[in-house]
């Protein structure tokens, strides 16, 4: 298998999910940390094991899931002689996780949710809820809309105005997803941003077929405020949802990342 890679670090996938950020998620390490010494912990959309690699070097039991199964041969072929590694798994959010209810410690679902359509984004946090342990963790980081508007148009134009308040308007009228604008949208042609705005920064010595075939058909960018609703629709206990940096994407851009309980 060819795995591309930009010359900052992030590798295209294999299924049009766009890239393996070049470092993992900020919160990989709160995620590694939150192991309650009896289940594992799981990165659902692990791409090709960035954090579960991470967490296997420091011996914390560890589950990689995705739905396409090119990345998880990648993790066990990394992570391959590594004791505390428990195997790679298909899973798709949010209706066929094929996790045991009540069998994690920790989740960590990175640069996943923004593949999602609204009604899937509240399964999907509903099937992370019954995965984990009373009192287990979450940790979510997405595409947010002013990271996203930063990386699409960066001279913050009228068309990033346009985007912006879509947005907006959706979020006064009550949507619990108002991100789903983008790709309802005429502003934003997610083929021309990665095949346009990446291939002329960092993806320039790619071959513009593979940056075709990573582009998402479909992403959907988040709030903090919305994310953190989403959370307790599903019953979660959020802890945090902020937007920060994360230093992995190409150009740092920012994303929303939620920290949630089960509660006990
Ligand atoms: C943008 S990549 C992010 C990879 C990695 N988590 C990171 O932080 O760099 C998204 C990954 O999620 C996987 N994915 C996309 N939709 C998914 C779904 N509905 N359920 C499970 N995995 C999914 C993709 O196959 C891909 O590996």
Redesign the pocket.
Known sequence: MRIDRLSTGQAL?Q?G?????AT??PLAGAWIDAYDGHHPIV?????YG??VKEAAARSVPVLA????EE?LEAVRHTCAGLPSFEGARF???PDDLSLPAASASSILV???LH??NGPQCDRALAALHATLVPGGLLFVTAQSVEGFLKVVFPDGNAEARRVRDGVAKRAAAGERWPGTYVMESEDVDLEQIYSGVLRESVGAHLPPEALRAATPKYEVVHTAQHLRAGAERAGLIVVSAVETSHP?YPDGADVVQLVARRPL
Do not use: K, P, W, Y
Not at 17 to 21: L, R, S, T, V
Not at 43 to 47: E, L, R, T, Y
Not at 65 to 68: A, V
């Open positions: 996938t299924n999910c766009g890239m393996q950020m993992a998620s990165d659902v959309g692990c791409a960035l954090a899931i995705d739905c396409c990345h899973g798709r959010l990175a640069e996943v593949f999602l992995g």
